[in-house]
């Protein structure tokens, strides 16, 4: 089975700290996304990435970066934590969404003090 | 245009009895669906997935769905709920349409009274 890990279950930061949440899968998958979840308004796409240093923009990309260094490893940064970025973050990856859809990490719970 | 839509934001049944998880999707063409499932503090599980093959669909723990293209349906089912399946389930379809990505529904949450 694929897996995909998320280094922290729950991470507590100040608020205008420099924040690093790093997710890894063991399956080689290109594809490797980045949600926030927050109540009432469902899952929201953050960043994706099809390759090794390749990335693009989803649905809610301002405050956020990423970095895509090795295909296994795929990094959502919070340039300068802010207390509405406290979140459930989710990371997931896929070789084929289309027939398997995706795989998911078990996700970060940001708290921004 | 809103792509999935799930009709009920929260669930409620009694344990041993019957589940229904209703979803909608807007497609021009011949979508993915899948459902996923997610507990409390947990990340999501595939639960199901369609994908152009058998119109009904047969999942993890019990649960099945039904693809009708003609009513642009894609309800989730269980004959007999269990305390274990109170959760939160995502309707999620895959189409080029919405380019190359999965797009989740809102989400619906089943409480599962004892």
């Known amino acids: 089975d694929v897996k995909v890990t998320q280094s922290s279950r729950y991470l507590v930061k100040r608020t205008g700290e420099k924040v690093f949440l790093e997710c890894v899968q063991d399956m080689d998958h290109e594809n490797m996304f980045w949600y926030r979840q927050d109540p009432g308004l469902g899952l929201r796409l953050i960043y994706f990435s099809y390759d090794v240093k390749m990335k693009e923009k989803g649905d809610i990309p301002e405050g956020y970066s990423v970095s895509r260094e090795k295909k296994e490893r795929f990094s959502l940064i919070l340039e300068s934590a802010s207390t509405n970025q406290t979140s459930m973050y989710l990371c997931?990856?896929?070789?084929?969404?289309?027939?398997?859809?995706?795989?998911f990490g078990s996700g970060t719970r940001l708290t921004v003090v | 245009a809103q792509s999935v839509t799930q009709l009920d934001s929260h669930v409620s049944v009694s344990e041993g009895t019957p589940v229904l998880l209703r979803c909608n999707y807007s497609s021009s063409y011949s979508p993915s669906l899948f459902w996923y499932v997610q507990h409390p503090n947990k990340g999501l599980q595939l639960l199901l997935k369609y994908t152009s093959a058998a119109t009904l669909v047969k999942g993890i723990n019990g649960f099945e769905a039904e693809f009708k293209k003609s009513e642009t349906s894609f309800h989730l089912t269980k004959p007999s709920a269990h305390m274990s399946d109170a959760a939160e389930y995502f309707c999620v379809v895959s189409d080029w349409e919405y380019g190359n990505k999965l797009v989740f529904g809102a989400g619906t949450i089943l409480r599962v009274k004892s």
């Open positions: 997931a990856s896929s070789f084929n969404w289309d027939l398997y859809g995706y795989t």
